[in-house]
């Protein structure tokens, strides 16, 4: 899930395990993290963390690790399960990179990694057995555009379909949703699209409603919407006499896509069928 923006891009920071035993007055040397949080990002790849003790290892000391967050191992980021410090020795490097599945993200996950169990009873797993890293990264420049629609009466059934075009002198039809729910659909745009003007139908396609309320919803990532990076919304209410199941469809609403910049026209909802007029 986590997304860079260059294709395949991976990062890597390592987590430093020292043995301590700052609070372990007996004879078992204690594991445990010094610093308990962590960043890694881009910019800042590589970062340390840290667990503790003042002796080195008396025999080979094998870790088994457990992972949670809202990242995932092994389609958010790689890490062994198991990490050893050698005999003789006080620290030992675990690291993790991180990998890009080409799905588009929010700016930061996190991945907490916890000390579950030690090879050998001459250890002890300290106070501080969990850290978590919080990984930040830039998301790929996009447009998401969703739609939600609710009927009037909850016991309606009805259906609408978002679709895209690019308004040359064909007026062409790109595609339709990329993501559908039984309440919503939705179009993500990525920041390569060629700059042009675009327009969107938002099609009452199927159902038997007094009224039918929509939302669009439209969210820019690492762009701007109508110059600014927040997000935008646009209501708007059909009627049975905007019921439109024919294939052709006109546009609702246009947009105009000017690098990484997109500025859209208001919402227009004609008399009947569910076509919007083209606003000058």
């Known amino acids: 899930m986590l997304k860079f923006s260059t ?8 987590l430093l395990i020292l043995l301590g035993c700052e609070e372990n007055e007996g004879p078992r040397a ?41 990242a995932t191992r092994g389609k958010d980021y790689e890490c062994p399960r198991q990490l050893t410090i050698l005999k003789g020795l006080k620290s030992a490097n675990l690291t993790m990179t991180l990998l890009d599945d080409g799905e588009y993200e929010r ?17 002890i797993i300290g ?45 062409a039809f790109l595609r339709a949703s990329d993501i559908q729910g039984p309440q919503f659909e939705q179009l ?17 396609f199927a159902g038997n409603c007094r009224a039918l309320y929509f939302k669009v919803a439209l969210k820019c990532y690492n762009c701007n ?4 990076p927040k997000p935008l919304s646009f209501s708007g209410t059909y009627t049975n006499s905007n019921l439109n199941p024919t294939r052709t469809v006109h546009i609702t609403q246009k947009f105009v896509k000017k690098g990484f910049d997109y500025q859209f026209s208001t919402l227009s909802i004609p008399s009947n069928g569910s076509r919007g007029i083209l606003p000058e």
């Open 188 to 204: 993500n745009i990525p920041g390569s699209e060629v700059d042009a003007t675009f327009g969107l139908s938002y099609q009452y």
């Open 127 to 171: 106070k501080q057995n969990t850290a978590t890293a919080i990984v930040a990264f830039d998301a790929t420049p996009h447009l998401e555009i969703k739609l939600e629609w609710k009927a009037e009466e909850e016991s309606s059934e009805v259906d609408m379909n978002l679709i895209l075009f690019k308004l040359d002198d064909q007026g």
């Open 7 to 14: 294709p395949a891009f991976a990062v890597v920071f390592t």
């Open 225 to 228: 919407l109508n110059g600014s």
């Open 30 to 70: 204690s594991v445990g993290f010094i610093t308990t949080a962590l960043k890694a990002s881009e910019e800042s790849p590589s970062t340390v963390l840290s667990f503790y003790l003042d002796r080195a290892a008396t025999e080979d000391l094998i870790i088994d690790l457990k992972f949670s967050g809202t």
């Open 107 to 123: 700016t930061e996950e996190t991945i907490i990694v916890t000390i579950a169990t030690l090879s050998s009873s001459n250890f």
